[in-house]
């Protein structure tokens, strides 16, 4: 079994900050690329922010400059730092891992059961 878990969301005015946590446990062997995805309502699930596991990282045009993915391989932790948030991030944060939960197999891809960020303007 595997769960991702998210954390940090909440409401907080346009211009401030917020950081996401994602930490994932279970029957983990490794874990391949790392992701943050978001949903806005009444729209298509995006993605935020995508980071491998040797550290490359890509990024949603609307969120360059702004949004910020890093990862801990010995926590299996994920992180978003969002920073000068706008009414238009305003969405459920999912946490995404692609996890290898036994030596030789293929990754599975997992999801975190989300987490509200408001932005007020």
């Known amino acids: 079994q595997v769960q991702l878990v998210e954390s940090g969301g909440g409401l907080v005015q346009a211009g401030g900050s917020l950081r996401l946590s994602c930490a994932a446990s279970?029957?983990?062997?490794?874990?391949?690329?790392m992701g943050w995805y978001r949903q806005a309502p009444g729209k298509q699930r995006e993605l935020v922010a995508r980071?491998?596991?040797?550290?490359?990282?890509n990024y949603a045009d609307s969120v360059k400059g702004r949004f910020t993915i890093s990862r801990d391989n010995a926590k299996n932790g994920l992180y978003l730092q969002i920073d000068s948030l706008k009414p238009e991030d305003t969405a459920v944060y999912y946490c995404?891992?692609?996890?290898?939960?036994?030596?030789?197999?293929?990754?599975?891809?997992?999801w975190g059961q989300g987490t509200q960020v408001t932005v007020s303007s």
């Open positions: 995404y891992a692609n996890i290898v939960t036994y030596a030789g197999m293929l990754g599975n891809d997992y």
């Open positions: 279970g029957t983990i062997f490794s874990i391949n690329a």
């Open positions: 980071v491998s596991r040797a550290g490359s990282t």
